[in-house]
């Protein structure tokens, strides 16, 4: 066998993925901006995606903000530097941990639901019933969820910054013995608009890329009840990829010039 | 009324890969005929119903809805021809986040034919239609069981009065009374709102129930077509065999797909 061939052949089925997850993607964004909308399903989507996720991303948050400042506590006190833990705390958690962990666990959960939902109403045909229903089912199905992950993503990352830096707050303070009002003054200090800016846009791309994932691998899921699971697996693994991938993308962007 | 027909296949072929599924079908539905086509698993009855539906694009040849050409057409085009269809998947394909209701009423409220407020009577009336109470328009399809979400799936497909039915294995699945009590319901259904219909399934109790005329499928060709009566004595060997079910016969089952 030609040595060359097994190499073309991943070329081609590279290319091949990118081309229709490009394709995907331009035609659900297509559909975010024209008629007819769904404003119910949004909110719907909206409500599962931000509102529910909030425990998780919560918990996520305030234990990374908690270990952070036991962490550098244990580092700092070596060069007497005790002082800058309030720095560190904010700094990591705005600009790295709050989105990039948010996003991790968001992708765990969301990502994995809309692709087994999509998925299940792939392989039932449902999908097909919404067309003959005279129903795009990339403006009902995928254009909903793209919205719903852009817009509330970045207010899941910011719930998960205060909660964050509570968490430092909480083992400065009450294990560490620094006092509390010195604490956040030094948080307050530090923080500069950019810092949190450049978290947000992070959150916001993320949350494009779990429900972009979620939705691309559920939609063309195959093979019943495997598929669906291969589908799931797939959404999870490329979208936790892609976060962190694009994390160091971004942060290229904002921090070095 | 003209000698159109309301559905005419021309030599349409369909291959996945090298596997060939469609080779060639010509197929003729008159205004307000039942045609139905039978034929083994993996013979294409499938993919011939949803190449007219538009969910699978054939490879060559012509498909005419009304004389009018649907291959190749724009999606406005697309859309306004899919009006006329009704659609009755084989597992119901039921929206399984939606109640009955919403589930009946579904197309009628995608094509803004009724106000949400008008829909659940609407459905109630639909439901009545097909043998069921007020009841069920509350549940959820998770709720009813195999038979009942057929009739709901049946209800929906008549609900914006199509012009043309189609049946995907109406029976397959279902208790042989349940199966009897459909193929009845098919009967009267299209008869009142006087579509035409277009059905395929291996069912042959069902076939010469609801057929006025059937074609059988075989290796991607229709093999033999003709009025329900002529069925057992066609003449032709592949359908002798396949309506008295014989495991010996010109026909032989591949085991491997």
Known sequence: MNPLQPIGRVVFAFLGTTGRLMTFLASGLMHTVRPPFYPRIVLRQMVDIGFFSLPVVGLTAVFAGMVLALQSHTGFSRFGAEGAIANVVVLSITRELGPVLAGLMVAGRIGASLAAEIGTMRVTEQIDALTTLSTNPMKYLVAPRLIAGITMFPLLVLVADIIGVFGGYLVAVHKLGFNGANYLQKTWEMLTYSDVESGLVKAAVFGFIVSLMGCYHGYNSKGGAQGVGRATTNAVVSASILILCSDYIITEMFFTK | ?257
């Open chain 2, 1 to 257: 009324m003209s000698d159109t027909p309301k559905i005419e296949m021309r030599g349409v072929t369909k291959a996945f890969g090298k596997k060939v599924v469609l080779n060639g079908v010509d197929l003729d539905v008159g205004v307000g005929e039942s045609v139905v086509i039978i034929g083994g698993s993996g013979t294409g009855k499938s993919v011939t119903l949803k190449s007219i539906l538009g969910l699978l694009t054939p490879d060559t040849g012509s498909i005419k809805v009304d004389g009018e050409e649907v291959i190749g057409m724009g999606s406005a085009d697309r859309e306004r021809v899919s009006h006329q269809f009704g659609m009755l998947f084989q597992g119901g394909a039921l929206f399984d986040s939606l109640p009955v209701w919403e589930n009946v009423s579904f197309g009628l409220l995608a094509e803004k034919r009724c106000t949400r407020a008008d829909a659940h009577g609407i459905a109630i009336e639909k439901l009545a239609m097909v043998g069921m109470n007020a009841d069920v328009a509350d549940l959820m399809p998770s709720e009813l069981s195999g038979g009942m979400q057929k009739r709901v799936g049946l209800a929906r497909a008549i609900a914006s009065d199509p012009e043309i039915i189609f049946f995907d294995e109406p029976t397959t699945g279902l208790d042989p009374i349940m199966a009897d009590v459909i193929n009845d319901l098919i009967v009267k259904v299209t008869r009142e709102v006087g579509a035409t219909g277009l059905s395929i399934t291996h069912d042959m109790a069902s076939a010469r129930k609801i057929a006025n005329r059937i074609a059988m499928l075989y290796e991607g060709k229709i093999i033999w077509q003709g009025p329900v009566e002529d069925i057992d004595h066609s003449g032709n060997e592949y359908v002798e065999q396949f309506i008295n079910g014989k495991a010996e016969g010109p026909i032989q089952m591949a085991v491997r797909a």
